[in-house]
């Protein structure tokens, strides 16, 4: 894969297989990818899988996730292979060792291992959402497997919201406090272009997703969290 500059393209113009690293904010910066095509494949075989057992073959996980959404699964350990793991690890050693922060106490080649063995996958259909949260681990991630809307679409449900760039709906949003009490907020619009891109960030950086209106069909995405052992 290519590591793209940082700044150099926009959100919806990742090229197949390529990384983008991005500063959202003083001190925070994130990790965009556009999947090779055999790693969306493999995330697209593990969703056709849990949906044709009509979701009886992953455990639920609504109990332990914070999302407002009634399909929420573990991936079975089976469905978790080698190559998506050592691709998340491999993505997470470009971010860890590029990111100023973390440079502090990670270093590619040190005796810290990353393990990439928790993720799960949301069914999120029209009118649920993910509240604010954060995430365990070091690194956290999400794959947009299933983008069932076009976001322009979406932003027509409201159209006199005031500012242009204030129309959030259906957006992946971090949240972040900038100092003296303002809170800074990064919206990513997600939208049919988008499938198969990767998100990875802080996990301690504070998200939420807006729920979408034009749409009867699930928006599917897989997320995950990278822990570090030594």
Request: charged content about 25%; proline content about 5%; glycine content about 6%.
């Amino acid at each position: 894969m290519d590591i793209l500059p940082r700044n150099e393209i926009g959100w919806e113009e990742i090229p197949e297989g390529s990384l983008h690293q991005k500063y959202i904010d003083q001190g925070i910066s994130v990790t965009m990818g556009n999947l090779p095509k055999e790693i969306g494949n493999e995330f697209d075989n593990i969703e056709k899988e849990i949906r044709e057992s009509n979701f009886t073959n992953a455990k639920p996980q609504n109990d332990k996730l914070a999302g407002h959404l009634k399909k929420e699964f573990d991936v079975p350990g089976h469905l978790k292979s080698n190559t998506i793991k050592s691709f998340l690890t491999w993505m997470a050693d470009v971010t860890l060792s590029n990111d100023v922060h973390f440079n502090r106490y990670y270093k590619v080649g040190c005796n810290k291992i990353l393990d990439a063995d928790q993720f799960w996958v949301n069914y999120q259909k029209k009118y649920e959402f993910n509240p604010v949260h954060n995430h365990v681990g070091i690194l956290s991630w999400v794959v947009w497997n299933k983008i069932p809307y076009n976001v322009k679409d979406e932003q027509k449900m409201f159209p006199d919201i005031g500012a242009k760039n204030d129309n959030l709906t259906s957006s992946f949003n971090f949240i972040f406090e900038r100092g003296k009490g303002d809170v800074g907020q990064f919206p990513i619009l997600v939208d049919k272009k988008m499938q198969n891109y990767i998100c990875m960030f802080p996990s301690y950086l504070n998200h939420l997703v807006y729920p979408f209106y034009t749409s009867d069909d699930y928006r599917v995405s897989f997320s995950g969290n990278l822990f570090l052992t030594s």
